[in-house]
């Protein structure tokens, strides 16, 4: 169905071998699929479902001109206009779950920030999200480029953006060789710390811009990159180091792969991103939360061992993780109420505190949790900051 798709869109798109079609302008899925681009699809389908969308966005500029909450409503009641959240990686998992959770209230208007569209699109609608509820929008976190197009093409909407959540990532346990980003960076802390630490860092200005009452910066954290756990304590356990792999851009020519310049491996790379995900957050914190009000958190939203961030482990251990973990640890949550939880950490009025790292406990109650002693590091934060705004092109 990609392909077929794809084959119909004769200049914006290209296909890959896989036959999954991608965008190499990635304003196209804002909105600025411009009027000559539209008259280039053919299909009826899918010109009827980019207009519909267009006209959706349209829709939803037009309402969100008035401020965040109106008074003039009758008997002077405060009425607040419809929130827009940002969610990266969208299309599965978690990411789906909360958007569903977020659009289900009526409340938000969701924008997805996704790699595969027509993915994305199918898990939308699968997942039963009302069309006037949500936005698809273009952004690959492995590539600095398009995390610079995503934020223009984001901009182009002319809507508020009063939540972000840097959700997406990817796992590599098997991988018996490293993967590169576009700018050669080890994937995985390329993807989830580095993609998501421009994409913040840019779009800092638009959720201080926004007239919200509660305005947040997520980043999604995890238990196995706290070594002050037992799950952070299965090796191998995350570590920084003194960030020398970091420092040398992780590409495996002029330094390591590994933030701690030690050798590939998969799942460390992936736990040290997540390390990297809780520093920023707090270093946010430190610097922004004062000067802007935004509250910026992480989370740990619990064991979801069904979702696709298990797609590159072995067949064994994707059928006995979810069972180790629903009847031995009983750290396991489903997609739905793991949703139900970052949606909370995006909306309630109760979650407003910056800096905290949130956790839920087995009656599903939140609580603020400790993180490792590296993960709370304000010394290892800063160096981390300094070194990621070098890599990104940002100092
Ligand atoms: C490694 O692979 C990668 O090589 C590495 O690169 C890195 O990615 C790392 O940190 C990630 O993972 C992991 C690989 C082997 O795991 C597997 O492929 C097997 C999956 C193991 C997952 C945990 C399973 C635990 C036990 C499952 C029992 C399920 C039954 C549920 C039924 C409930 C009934 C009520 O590497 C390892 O991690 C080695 C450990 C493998 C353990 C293999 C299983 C041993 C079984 C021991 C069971 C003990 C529990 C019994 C308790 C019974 C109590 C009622
Ligand atoms: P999924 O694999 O289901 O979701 C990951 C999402 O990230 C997918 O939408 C994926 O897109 C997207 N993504 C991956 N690479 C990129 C990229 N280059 N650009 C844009 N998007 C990308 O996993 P989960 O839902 O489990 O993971 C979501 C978050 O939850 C992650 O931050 C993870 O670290 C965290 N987490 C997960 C836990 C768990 O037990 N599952 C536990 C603790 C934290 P695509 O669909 O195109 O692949
Ligand atoms: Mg872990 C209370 C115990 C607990 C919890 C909450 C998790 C969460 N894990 C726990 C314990 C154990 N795990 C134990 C005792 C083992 C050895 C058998 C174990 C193994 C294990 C593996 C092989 N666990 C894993 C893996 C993975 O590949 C996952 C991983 O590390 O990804 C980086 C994983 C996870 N365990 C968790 C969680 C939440 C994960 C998913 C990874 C994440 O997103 O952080």
Known sequence: MALQAASLIPTSFSILKEGKCCVKDSSLFGLSLSDTLKADFTSSALRCKFQ????????????????????SAPEGKKTLRKGTVVITGASSGLGLATAKALA?????????????????????????????????????LSSLDSVRQFVDSFRRLELPLDVLVC?????????????????????SVGTNHLGHFLLARLLLDDLNKSDYPSRRLIIVGSITGNTNTLAGNVPPKANLGDLRGLAGGLNGLNSSVMIDGGDFDGAKAYKDSKVCNMLTMQEFHKRYHEETGITFASL??????????????VPLFRTLFPLFQKYITKGYVSEEESGKRLAQVVSEPSLT????????????????????????????????WEVSEKLVGLA
């Open 52 to 71: 519909q969308k267009i006209g959706a966005v349209r829709a939803e500029t037009a309402a969100t001109a008035s401020p965040a909450v109106n008074k």
């Open 167 to 187: 959700n997406a990532a990817v796992y590599l346990p098997t991988a018996k060789e490293p993967r590169f980003t576009a700018e050669g960076f080890e994937i």
């Open 300 to 313: 740990y939203p619990g064991c979801i061992a069904t979702t696709g961030l298990f797609r590159e482990h």
């Open 353 to 384: 505190k910056s800096g905290v790292y949130w956790s839920w406990n087995k009656t599903s109650a939140s609580f603020e949790n400790q993180l490792s002693e590296e993960a709370s590091d304000p010394e290892k934060a800063r160096k981390v």
């Open 104 to 140: 289900e209230t009526g409340k938000w208007h969701v924008i997805m920030a996704c790699r595969d569209f027509l993915k994305t699109a199918r898990a939308a609608k699968s997942a039963g999200i009302a069309k006037e509820n949500y936005t698809i929008l273009h952004l690959d």
